[in-house]
T-cell receptor, first 114, second 114 residues
Framework: DADVTQTPRNRITKTGKRIMLECSQTKGHDRMYWYRQDPGLGLRLIYY???????NKGEISDGYSVSRQAQAKFSLSLESAIPNQTALYFC?????????????FGEGSWLTVV | GENVEQHPSTLSVQEGDSAVIKCTYS??????FPWYKQELGKRPQLIIDIRSNVGEKKDQRIAVTLNKTAKHFSLHITETQPEDSAVYFC?????????????WGAGTKLIIKP
């Protein structure tokens, strides 16, 4: 299922560098999300967007920024990467929010900050 | 805000036996409880969900039960098979102030022993 596509899939970057993770979707969903996955901590929401003009912080937004360039595109930026931002990042989409709302994840982007 | 705790963090069962994963939540207003399965190297995918007006839901070998009074819900997998080996995440929808975003458990690694 390539409906939610993330690039790059793997990236190693140095501390202090700026890195952007890109996400595009063909599902036609308005809602898009960026999650971070760390072992033993589950999935934590970084930012989410209900439409191009609506961006919301999640539970761990510090050190991250996002841009919703179009309904189908949602990018995540680390302005100055630090080692504890090493993680697996997932972009996701959903049709609506709330009960019964299925979230569709991308394939994930492994980011290593050295 | 909503908090979701998931236990155990790792569960090892003999092939053919049953597996049970439990989650507790804190916000009595939560009304939607999905379970996602993440196979090794893959993205999380929805396997079953339940809403607060239902006490149990089944889909072939998997079932989810909900106890609203005690604020806990469980995933039951019967006749486990090797392909059930994965990490399972529970979630609950948060409050209006968080735009009803899902709050995730930390995950359970299920290992099926041959």
């Amino acid at each position: 299922d390539a409906d939610v596509t993330q690039t790059p899939r793997n990236r190693i970057t140095k501390t202090g560098k700026r890195i952007m993770l890109e996400c595009s979707q063909t599902k036609g969903h308005d809602r898009m999300y960026w999650y971070r996955q760390d072992p033993g901590l589950g999935l934590r929401l970084i930012y989410y967007s209900f439409d191009v003009k609506d961006i919301n912080k999640g539970e761990i937004s510090d050190g991250y920024s996002v841009s919703r360039q179009a309904q189908a595109k949602f990018s995540l930026s680390l302005e100055s990467a630090i080692p504890n931002q090493t993680a697996l990042y997932f972009c996701a989409t959903s049709e609506t929010t709330g009960a019964g709302n299925t979230i569709y994840f991308g394939e994930g982007s492994w980011l290593t900050v050295v | 805000g909503e908090n979701v705790e998931q236990h155990p963090s790792t569960l090892s069962v003999q092939e053919g036996d049953s597996a049970v994963i439990k989650c507790t939540y804190s916000d009595s207003a939560s009304n939607y409880f999905p379970w996602y399965k993440q196979e090794l190297g893959k993205r999380p995918q929805l396997i079953i969900d339940i809403r607060s007006n239902v006490g149990e839901k089944k889909d072939q070998r998997i079932a989810v039960t909900l106890n609203k009074t005690a604020k806990h819900f469980s995933l039951h997998i019967t006749e486990t098979q090797p392909e059930d080996s994965a990490v399972y995440f529970c979630a609950a929808n948060g409050a209006a102030g968080s735009n009803y975003q899902l709050i995730w458990g930390a995950g359970t690694k299920l290992i099926i022993k041959p």
